[in-house]
């Protein structure tokens, strides 16, 4: 099973700064098969990005993913009010499909 | 618009059985796989196993298979995960959710289910 591990645990930033964020796995992602999911209070995650560094439907370009093998990164180049949530990193590569642990960015 | 509706929350002691629902809508239910995904304040989100509708091929993760069962009924484009006999280790919230590339799940879940609240306590 490939685990992911995400850096930081919770990113204190203002609105307007730049975010970035770490999905580091244990083993080689096939093929890039990385997604990003933002999760707000109360609700489902949100695709923001598949295949490492595709963006889905309606993001913002704002965000952006990059990475391959085991590092990736997920940039929100200016915080917008609405970005501050849970960003959770998902290898869909190799079965089990797993989950990173989360990275909270919070206003600071 | 494509959607995911969820069975409502559940409460059930431990032993007891259930089985929660996930109703497709506004899409061609059989051509795209289905995810299910639980969440808990103390291992976050898990992968439990995956279903392709068009014929009912199932995959699951290691940690969940033989204590939950994921199956589909095409005439009425619904997803089901079900439980014989619930831990109260099964509270969770849990998500469907649809991998964004017919007949392919190489590709990130793009549409999710409200979720469904799981409370299995004595």
């Known amino acids: 099973e490939i685990v992911l591990t995400q850096s930081p645990g919770t990113l204190s930033l203002s609105p307007g700064e730049r975010a970035t964020l770490s999905c580091r796995a244990s083993q080689i992602v096939s093929s890039s098969f990385l997604a990003w999911y933002q999760q707000r209070p109360g609700q489902a995650p949100r695709l923001l990005i598949y295949?490492?560094?595709s963006r889905a439907t309606a993001i913002p370009d704002r965000f952006s993913g990059s990475g391959s093998g085991t590092d990736f990164t997920l940039t929100i180049s200016r915080l917008d009010p609405e970005d501050f949530a849970v960003y959770f990193c998902q290898q869909y590569g190799s079965s089990p499909f797993t989950f990173g642990g989360g990275t909270k960015v919070e206003i600071k | 618009e494509v959607q995911l509706v969820q069975s409502g929350a559940e409460g059930k002691k431990p032993g007891e059985s259930l089985k929660i629902s996930c109703k497709s809508s506004g899409q061609s239910f059989t051509s795209y796989w289905i995810s299910w995904v639980r969440q808990t304040p103390g291992k976050g989100l898990e992968w439990l196993g995956i279903?392709?509708?068009?014929?009912?091929?199932?995959r699951y993760s290691p940690a969940f298979e033989g204590h939950v069962s994921i199956s589909v009924d095409k005439s009425i484009d619904t997803a089901y995960l079900q439980w014989s006999s619930l831990k109260a280790s099964d509270s969770g919230i849990y998500y469907c959710a649809r991998h964004g590339l017919p007949r392919n799940y190489y590709h990130g879940l793009d549409v999710w289910g409200q979720g469904t609240t799981v409370t299995v306590s004595s």
């Open positions: 279903i392709y509708p068009g014929d009912s091929q199932t």
């Open positions: 295949g490492a560094s």
